[in-house]
């Protein structure tokens, strides 16, 4: 019987799981990958991912001996507790143990955006390069830094964390209790919000709907309306200053971007970049190179494989 790695990321509308035999020498899409909402309660969750890690573990006709895990944060990663998910309203859970004494397996549980960057410098855009920065632009903004193979955490849990990084203490609210945050512009869910102020009653100029998802907005822009138009210049002006403050705390020779949204819309990212080369330094900006996730929808995916596995040798 083959001894399989669980993988799992925990988004804020939908979680993916997927297994995957040790050693793990690369990640493919191979197909596996099972995706269902997120339940609304930590206990509906871990009652879904025990039914699905066993459901794989069955088809790949092996046992599952440990389990990685990338969930929104704050996380603390020594004890496996997510500290604070703005988006579901979690604080305080101890998902990583709650699991674990559920499947009867170590787990290993992080912030989603560092399992993201873990597995792009493992298996994706960042292979090969060091320091590697992953950003991850959806229902939110996260970031994670990975130097030398292991992710950069800093005292408190929450290195990196630009999402949070407020850009006008007079700006929107935030789904973190604080104005003005990055994410508040740039996220989907900051992007939806701003359209909401923009158009309340429901209705653009025309007289026709108003955009209401992220994806009508961009859409709206594209086509040219002066209100969504802001709002994406808005987001990425935002964004930016989340980029530049990465390259210049880490220096980054690779920053990777994933998330819906980070994939979804180029040239969203490709703006925030070219505006983060007016904030920094000549040097910096003349060498930092920001490209798309290499593993698409599955850089959180394959960083939990790797999490999961944990010691060296299982992962060749």
């Known amino acids: 019987m083959n001894d399989l790695i669980g993988a799992v990321d925990v988004g804020a509308t939908k979680t993916l799981v997927a297994v995957r035999p040790l050693p793990i020498a690369a990640w493919a899409n191979d197909g596996g990958t099972i995706r269902f909402p997120t339940p609304g ?10 039914g699905t890690l066993r459901t794989l573990a069955t088809a790949a006709g092996g046992r599952v001996i440990a389990v990685g895990v990338g969930t929104p944060g704050p996380v603390d990663a020594t004890r496996g507790i997510v500290v604070h998910a703005p988006n579901q309203g979690w604080r ?76 006008d203490a007079a700006g929107p609210r935030c789904g973190c209790g ?3 945050c990055i994410e508040a512009y740039a996220s989907g869910t900051g992007l939806e919000r701003r359209a909401r102020e923009t158009w309340p009653r429901g209705r653009g100029p025309d007289g026709g709907p108003a955009p209401r998802t992220a994806a009508e907005v961009f859409r709206a822009a594209r086509a040219g309306d002066a209100g969504a138009r802001r709002i994406i210049e808005d987001g990425a002006a935002a964004l930016s200053r989340g980029f530049a403050a990465i390259v210049a705390t880490l220096d980054p020779e690779r920053l990777v971007v994933g998330g819906a949204i ?7 990212v490709t703006r925030a970049a070219h505006l983060a080369q007016k904030l920094t330094i000549a040097e910096s900006r003349s060498r930092a190179t920001i ?26």
Do not use: K, W
């Open 41 to 50: 309660t930590p206990g509906g969750l871990i009652d879904a991912l025990e």
């Open 92 to 167: 305080d859970i101890a998902l990583g143990p709650l699991l674990a004494a559920q499947l009867g397996v170590p787990v290993a549980l992080d912030d989603d955006a560092n399992v993201g960057a873990l597995g792009e410098a493992t298996f994706g855009a960042g292979a090969g390069t060091d320091p590697v920065a992953y950003v991850t632009v959806s229902s939110g903004i996260g970031s994670g830094m990975v130097v030398a193979g292991r992710i950069v955490r800093g005292a408190h849990g929450a290195a990196g964390e630009v999402g949070h990084l407020v850009v």
């Open 178 to 180: 604080d104005r003005g």
């Open 291 to 316: 490209v798309r996730a290499a593993l698409g929808g599955e850089s959180v995916l394959a960083g939990a494989a790797v999490l999961g596995a944990g010691t060296p040798g299982q992962v060749a």
């Open 262 to 268: 980070g994939l979804a819309q180029p040239r969203y």
